[in-house]
């Protein structure tokens, strides 16, 4: 009995996997793309420019690689 339930879970797996990746037609939704009318919504997408950060404007920003600032901590030896 338990065997009939793992293939028929195996044979269940391998449908919708070929189901997701359009083995059976491209009219299903999963095989096109993916909200393609989003790319339609775009207002002037060829206006986007890219700048580098200016010092004030990066602030906030943390540097990788600087070096790692100083802990604050007492040392004193231990009592025994």
């Known amino acids: 009995m338990l065997r009939w339930l793992i293939a028929l879970l195996i044979l269940a797996n391998v449908l919708v996997f070929a189901l997701v990746h359009g ?31 200016r010092p004030e404007e990066a602030a906030d920003q943390p540097q990788v690689g600087g070096p790692a600032p100083a802990a604050n901590v007492e040392t004193k030896p231990l009592g025994q």
């Open 23 to 53: 083995m059976f037609g491209s009219s299903l939704p999963a095989a096109g793309a993916r909200e393609p009318h989003h790319l339609l919504q775009q207002v002037r997408p060829e206006t986007l420019t890219t700048r580098p950060l």
